[in-house]
């Protein structure tokens, strides 16, 4: 499982500039723009490109929601969560054939491209399932050029020996990592910053972490919407439980944004829909109630699965990191973050209405280049309202969980295979 490499860290190489846009101010934002899942669950040598608004398409079987898993595995990884945390588990995460080496070692590799100042910045990671979870390899690179790499060279130890650039009196800085955690998150707390090198190294590091915080892992569960929510946070769950709670506090913290979710609730539920309200309850608790003019209101707990649903989604793109639980990066500017909202099963329960209307929000919201969606759906072609894109050239070569991409205005639709 350790990673192989063309290229080791042997000193400080040309990188390229920042890729900045002055005038589009969202270009700076560091963003996730390629998923690879080169052993993972179903997946092998899969390269799946990620635009601002993205699909993942295909039949029941082919891998859609394990991309997201490993997405998120890789955001919290990059938040610096522990491998055990992120995983519950890793040996699911195997490729089925996956034969064990001599030491009965088995294990999965994923990683991605993140865009940014900096240029294209590859993050590579190799991590042992069995016998013992942990992360046996990493790379960190541009333009060819790695920046840090870590390697498992004694299985009795709890690290790996690191590498990266320092490009002072010694070319290359080597000291261990914990084998338990992504050394690029951890960079910031290691590397000084006091020569070019290593403020290369730092530069490419937090725009890879800074790419990958802010994901908010979303599968609105309308069973639990219905019941009154605890009065807690404000601050929106992945299953969207505490709906009526967050409505609370919308409603109150924004009017413009409110009265957008309105005009959307009203597009996609049936009937008319004069406000979303909450209404406060003993104990503590609060629902969510439709208000329909004339006095006359509908608990959210009559709605059916798919207008609950449809709703929450709607909720989650008018809001932000301010609103979702998600783990933002508290020392970088709101304006060089861009929230990422992975949505498992988009299309879930929802009619060709709500669709249409959710997939128009979710453009619209992307084209501001602080939000970006990554989605799930089983029928594309029903999304989208055509007969379904054709399937451009195939980017992650061969085996289960190959892609075909196509840009459909403006919805980057990756199609994968069982």
């Known amino acids: 499982m350790v990673m192989s490499s063309e290229s080791s860290v042997t000193g400080v190489a040309s ?93 999965f590799r994923i990683g991605c491209t993140a865009d940014g100042p900096e240029g294209p910045v ?67 707390l290691r590397v000084a910053g006091k020569t070019d090198g290593q403020r290369r190294v730092l530069a490419a590091a937090e725009q890879m972490v800074v790419a990958l915080r802010s994901v908010f892992a979303c599968d609105p569960r309308p069973d639990r919407m219905r019941t009154p929510a605890p009065i807690g946070s404000g601050r929106l769950l992945g299953g969207c439980d505490n709906l009526a709670d967050v409505l609370w506090r919308t409603r109150a913290e924004c009017g413009r944004r409110h009265a957008q979710f309105v005009a959307a609730v009203g597009a996609g539920c049936a009937g008319a829909v004069t406000d979303v309200v909450a209404e406060v309850l003993g104990g503590g608790t609060v629902r969510g109630v439709l208000d329909r003019g004339d006095g006359v209101r509908t608990d959210l707990g009559r709605l059916g699965d798919g207008e609950l649903r449809y709703l929450a989604l709607s909720l989650v793109l008018l809001t932000g990191p301010g609103v979702l639980e998600v783990d933002s990066v508290g020392e970088v500017p709101a304006a060089m973050q861009t929230l990422t909202v992975l949505a498992d099963g988009l299309d879930r329960g929802l009619d060709p209405v709500q669709r249409g209307e959710l997939v128009r929000l979710a453009a619209r919201m992307c084209e501001r280049g602080h939000i970006r969606v990554v989605g799930a759906v089983s029928d594309v072609a029903g999304v989208l309202g055509t007969a379904g894109p054709e399937r451009a050239g195939a980017g992650a070569g061969a085996g289960a969980g190959a892609a075909g991409v196509a840009e459909v205005d403006g919805v980057t639709v990756v199609h994968l295979e069982p």
């Open 122 to 188: 590859r993050l590579d990671v190799a991590v042992q399932a069995e016998p013992e979870l942990r992360i046996v390899g990493e790379r960190l690179s541009t333009a060819g050029v790695v920046l840090l790499e870590t390697a498992l060279r004694d299985p009795s130890r709890p690290y790996v020996q690191a590498a990266w650039h320092t490009a002072g009196q010694s070319p290359v800085t080597r000291a261990p990592l914990p084998d338990d955690r992504l050394g690029t998150a951890l960079l910031p």
């Open 15 to 107: 990188l390229p500039p920042s890729v900045q846009s002055v005038g589009e101010a969202h270009t700076a934002r560091p963003r996730v723009t390629e998923l690879r899942l080169s052993a993972f669950a179903g997946h092998r040598r899969a390269a799946l490109a990620l635009g601002a608004f993205t699909l993942f398409a295909g039949p029941s079987g082919c891998g859609k929601t394990t991309a997201l898993r490993a997405y998120e595995a890789l955001a919290r990884l990059g938040g610096g969560a522990g491998v055990g945390e992120v995983f519950a588990d890793p040996v699911a995460c195997v490729p089925e054939r996956a034969r064990p080496d001599a030491q009965r070692r088995r294990g």
